[in-house]
């Protein structure tokens, strides 16, 4: 059963626009929600996180926001550039560290 | 600055034969993870461990198995590998304690099974 997930496969954007990019989850026991950035032939890095007890964290350019009653959260990327073309995933930690990921979803962005 | 170093980048093998996966990190790191990324279904766990000389299954087990004799080393093993292994296989590290402690992966080794 797939605990995280995003449903949107794709995003493409114009550079200097927001990138929004969602993620549902159905485990009510994680207690930290991570993003991670991943390009082609490289492993992925760590973006920013969100403790559950939070309801919005902001680092730079990218914000994560929080909604528990709807088990679901986003990442916005203001304002997005070419360096930021890559895959993202969602992923989720309970107590015991292991990460439940998301299929990810590719950013594209347009000059 | 190395992080994690997996060992090798790139591997073809024959249905049947065996192979071992290297694994280290020099952060110091309690725990570690293999995981394994198919298309469309992101990364899954397929062991861990929490410590030197621990292991425990995760989500997709059946088929590997590992080893952790040092605290920077995490060895997976493919005893006969068959074609639905074909994958990108990761290794994570993460260190224990209160926070968030994310974890930090290598670049990868893209297994092809013939």
């Known amino acids: 059963d797939q605990q995280v997930k995003q449903n949107s496969p794709s995003l493409s954007v114009q550079e200097g626009r927001i990138s929004i990019l969602n993620c549902d989850y159905t485990?009510?026991?994680?207690?930290?929600f991570l993003w991670y950035k991943k390009y082609p032939a490289e492993g992925p890095t760590f973006l920013i996180s969100i403790s559950s007890i939070k309801d919005k964290n902001e680092d730079g350019r990218f914000t994560v926001f929080l909604n528990k009653s709807a088990k679901h959260l986003s990442l916005h990327i203001v304002p997005s550039q070419p360096g930021d073309s890559a895959v993202y995933f969602c992923a989720a930690r309970k107590s015991d560290y292991k990460l439940s990921f998301g299929a990810g979803t590719t950013v594209t962005v347009r000059a | 600055n190395a992080g994690v170093t997996q060992t090798p980048k790139f591997r073809v093998l024959k249905t049947g034969q065996s192979m071992t996966l290297l694994c280290a990190q020099d952060m110091n790191h309690e725990y570690m993870y293999w995981y394994r990324q198919d298309p469309g279904m992101g990364l899954r766990l397929i062991h861990y461990?929490?410590?030197?000389?621990?292991?425990a299954k995760g989500e997709v087990p059946d088929g590997y198995n590992v080893s952790r004799l040092k605290k920077q080393n995490f060895l997976l093993g493919l005893e006969s590998a068959a074609p639905s292994q074909t994958s990108v296989y990761f290794c994570?590290?993460?260190?224990?304690?209160?926070?968030?402690?994310?974890?930090?992966f290598g670049d990868g080794t893209r297994l092809s099974i013939l």
């Open positions: 994570a590290s993460s260190s224990g304690g209160t926070g968030v402690q994310p974890q930090h």
């Open positions: 485990n009510s026991m994680f207690d930290y």
């Open positions: 461990s929490v410590g030197e000389g621990t292991t």
